[in-house]
Structures are given as C-alpha cells and as structure tokens.
C-alpha cells in the first residue's frame, strides 16, 4: 500500500529534530511527507531542507484543524492510506508506520487506525496519567455496533497519530471545513455510520504528550465544549460526555495519590477548570462574543466570525 504522510507545522521547536529523525528510520516505505506549514518563524523549515519534503505554506490566519489536512490530502491523494502525524509527535520504533499499515491490509473492513500514545520522558505525573488512561495497551475494533456500549468513545481516536484508508476518507468527504477542533473524531464518527470499522493499535506508538496548566485545560476544554454543541449528532448517535469525566477523575486521583499525592490539589484544580471550561463552551453563544476568543486556545477559529 502506497502511504503519504502529513505533518502540519507552526514552529516546531527542539522536539521537531526528534520527529524528523524518528520519520527517516522507518522501515516501511513513504511515498511523500507533506509539511504544511503556518508560517513558523523558529527554523522549522530549515531542519527539513535536507529531506526531499513536500512543502506547502499557508498564512497563520487561515490555518484549519479539518479545513487545511483536507486540502493537503487532496493535493497529495495518490496513495492507498493517508497518515497524519502532529509536529510534537515521536514515532516510537522504526517499525511504528509498518504495523499500522498492516492492520490496514489485514482488516478491509477498516477505513482508518489510530496508534497509542506515550508520555514524552519529561512528562509529569497528570499528563502521565492522561495517556495511560486514554491509551490502554490492549489493542481494538470498533464499529456502530459497539456504540450502545462504548457511548462516546466509540469514536476516540486522535490525529496525531492516524491513518486513513484512502477510500474510506473520501467516501465520507473527508474532514469537515471549519470545525474548532475535533476533525479526526467527526471523520471516525461519520465512517463508522457508513459502515466502515475503526482501530486503536497499542502495538504502534508514538511519544505525544502536554504538561498543561490549569489556564490552559479551561481553554482546551471550553473549545471541547463548543466543539459538542455544534456537533449534536454525536451526542444522538453515540451518546454524551458528562460520564466519562467522572471516571478520569477517580482514576487520575487514584493515580496521583499512589505516586504523588501532594498533586492532588493540583489534579483538583485542573479537573474544576476542565468542568467550568467545557461547560461554558458547551453555552458559549451566551457568552459575548468579545470573551469567546480570550477564553479558547484555537484564536484563529474566532477571528472568521
């Protein structure tokens, strides 16, 4: 199967050494990197002169989570999978590409794959937690059938490591245009309706991890929030969001309180911050419209309005 991979990039930083290195060693063969780039200002793009890379640059302003993969992915469309990797995500062991695309050969009935997801080395104790929760090591399948079950995380999954089946991408129009963030969990949803699968692989990782403040999970959280609401065939077709919060939180204090239990009032505070953040995203056309952009982390989705 013939693979593009596509990276966008606003000013990578050290880490972005790591990624490029961590690319050149895989064993399966890429058919084209494209780095889409915003308009980095650090040397990003000079890291990847000596790589015979696709380049396509786009102003800051116009930079679109769904929107801008979308048109990479069309611009490059000669391949059997397309794989989608962010620019602070360290593919872990040469053969990481490799397994995906496997699963993919393996498995017709899948249109698209998403790795798992380590905590970089200097990852503290709460961001630790968040991947070994939302990244389990046992590896699974998952179709519409599985959503009476698994509620909302039947279409978990995460473009920071991802691979779309080519076919099964363009069968549901690919990403959508103009979403705050979200395009890989719309894209899944939308495939699983149509009647294709969706694999979490354990076996193929990367290193992607945040060591967020509290400031910064409210304004996460707040575009999570507005992202649901204008999305409500989610919560129709796979249910809502409320409960999956209560189980993080007894799990990340269960967490912290056997490795560091003087975290616990911080883990406190970023779980009130994440609440308040999503509720208030979840009501934000109540909210002026002059606060929304203050209080997300995605400005440039408000600069359109």
Not at 31 to 45: A, E, H, K, P, Q
Not at 129 to 136: E, K, V, W
Request: hydrophobic share 40%.
């Amino acid at each position: 199967m013939k693979v593009n991979l596509f990276i966008p990039t606003l000013n990578a930083g050290e880490i972005w050494k790591e990624v490029l290195d961590g690319i050149a060693v895989q064993s399966y063969p890429i058919s084209r990197v494209v780095i889409i780039d915003s308009g980095s200002t650090d040397g990003t793009l000079d890291l990847i002169k000596e790589y015979s890379y696709d380049l396509i640059q786009i102003d800051k302003k116009d930079f679109d989570h769904g929107g801008t993969r979308q048109m990479a992915a069309e611009k490059f469309s000669e391949a059997d999978v397309f794989i989608f990797l962010t620019q602070d995500a360290i593919l872990e062991e040469p053969d990481t590409i490799a397994k995906m695309v496997q699963a993919l050969k393996e498995n017709p009935e899948l249109g698209m794959a998403y790795g798992r997801q380590l905590p970089h080395k200097n990852a503290k104790v709460l961001e630790t937690h968040a991947r070994i929760f939302n990244y389990p090591a046992e590896s699974k399948v998952k179709s519409m059938e599985d959503a009476a079950r698994l509620g909302i995380r039947t279409i978990s999954c995460s473009n920071s490591f991802a691979a779309y089946r080519k076919t099964a991408f363009f069968d549901v129009n690919g990403f959508p245009t103009g979403s705050i963030l979200g395009e890989d969990v719309l894209i899944a949803g939308k495939m699983l309706l149509q009647g294709w699968k969706l694999a979490y692989l354990s076996q193929s990782k990367i290193y992607h991890s945040h060591n967020y403040s509290a400031i910064e999970e409210f304004k996460r959280y707040f575009d999570i929030g507005v992202f649901h609401v204008n999305n409500q065939w989610i919560f129709e077709k796979f249910g809502r969001a409320e409960s999956e919060g209560f189980k993080y939180l007894k799990s990340e204090l269960n967490y912290t309180l056997n490795n560091n239990p003087l975290l616990i009032p911080k883990s406190l505070i970023a779980t009130a911050a994440k609440l308040v953040g999503y509720k208030m995203g979840l009501h934000y056309q109540s909210i002026p419209a002059v606060f929304r952009k203050s209080f997300s982390m995605t400005k440039a989705y408000w600069s359109r309005f």
